[in-house]
């Protein structure tokens, strides 16, 4: 197990950024120019940002999971290093 973080490179970073504003400006230019009626448009613009923050919830969420499950796993180590020091510190006495 690697005690570094997982780091992303500068230009996946930017792409993901570019991809989001990308698929913003065209979200809003598809329900823009819309033939709809403006509570269908509202209806669609509200969906499409409540969808993008539950997306960032949904992230953020499962990141949250991974980081105390490697917590965990960290203690769990060495509370086993422990204990088996102990056993074969006891055993050698």
Same mark, same amino acid.
């Given at each position: %197990?690697? $005690?570094?973080?997982i780091r992303t490179s500068q230009a996946f970073n930017m792409f993901s950024y570019v991809n989001f504003v990308v698929?913003? =400006? %065209? %979200? =809003?230019?598809?329900?823009y120019f819309m033939e709809a009626s403006f509570a269908a448009k509202g209806f669609y613009a509200m969906a499409a940002l409540m969808l993008v923050s539950s997306t960032v919830g949904v992230t953020k969420a499962?990141? $949250?999971? !991974? !980081?105390? !499950?490697r917590v965990y796993n960290k203690l769990e180590e060495a509370r086993t290093e422990r204990l088996l020091a102990e056993v074969s510190g006891g055993v050698r006495a």
């Open positions: %197990m690697t $005690d570094q973080p698929a913003s =400006a %065209m %979200m =809003a230019g598809g329900i499962l990141r $949250d999971k !991974e !980081e105390s !499950e």
